[in-house]
């Protein structure tokens, strides 16, 4: 039998994908919920769990050998809390006197994380080594393809997207007619569409791209989008929604692509190497 997976879990839908997952694979799991980013209403009720502030780093430790936990991956949104919602433990607060100011950047700080989680006998895996089946596919998915603007602001969106990954700013970018709208950072991707709504220029619509940083752990904070951000994209008079294939993960697949039909937007799965020939 597989070691019991810890699942660190934020918010939105990705942890309840995963629990589904192992469920599925007859795998056993424990949550920990983190309070304050999980969400209660998304989480199975049945299943094994325990909640804690994110700076309760000794308690976690601590709860995760006592499930005999092996395997832990991270899954879901989770906003920066501010030093008083932290609230560190003492675990915590060596943490982050060690890392210093490594803690300024997300990748910096997730690195860490890893660290720490290694230094204490736990191996860290992606989602992608749980369930494959949520990475996006390359290629088109559903019956609307990206017309030759939206290949030309996709191509311009990927060089942008990639250079704001290296300097570790975001992971997603909202292009039109060749001009940049809008760039993701601390507030997300769908508060990002929304926001660029009120930005976008008459005649060919927005595209929003998403790709991985090219410095990225692969196990760690992967773009990640579904039906939620699809329904932004198309209230906000998006084109489509270009992604990193096998780089961004995709929920909900068929729901997206049902979605995706039913407001003429396109999805597609594109790579850097494939900049202007998306199909």
Do not use: Y
């Amino acid at each position: 039998m597989a070691a019991t997976l810890g699942i660190l879990a934020g918010g939105g839908d990705l942890p309840a994908r995963l629990i589904d997952a192992c469920r599925r694979d007859g795998r056993p799991l424990f949550v920990i919920a983190l309070e304050g980013q999980a969400e209660a209403e998304r989480l199975p009720a049945d299943v094994p769990q325990a909640w804690f502030r994110m700076g309760a780093a000794g308690a976690i430790l601590d709860r995760l050998k006592a499930e005999g936990v092996r395997d832990i991956v991270m899954a879901g949104r989770v906003r920066r809390p501010s030093l008083s919602e932290l609230r560190p433990d003492w675990k915590a607060a060596q943490f982050f006197a060690r890392i210093g100011a490594r803690a300024l950047g997300d990748d910096g700080l997730l690195r860490s994380v890893v660290g720490l989680l290694e230094q204490e006998g736990f191996r860290v895996v992606g989602v992608q080594d749980l369930t494959g089946d949520l990475l996006t596919p390359a290629g088109t998915l559903g019956r609307v393809a990206p017309d030759a603007a939206a290949l030309a602001d996709i191509d311009h969106g990927i060089a942008v997207a990639r250079a704001l990954g290296r300097l570790d700013v975001g992971q997603a970018v909202v292009v039109q007619q060749g001009l940049v709208l809008g760039v993701e950072a601390i507030e997300g991707t769908d508060a990002l569409v929304a926001r660029c709504a009120g930005l976008k220029r008459d005649g060919a619509a927005p595209v929003l791209v998403k790709m991985r940083k090219p410095q990225q752990d692969g196990r760690l904070d992967l773009p990640t989008f579904g039906p939620e951000t699809l329904r932004g994209a198309a209230a906000a008079g998006f084109a489509g929604i270009a992604a990193e294939a096998g780089g961004t993960l995709l929920l909900a697949r068929d729901e997206v692509r049902r979605l995706a039909d039913a407001a003429g937007l396109f999805v597609v799965g594109v790579t850097p190497s494939d900049e202007g020939k998306a199909p």
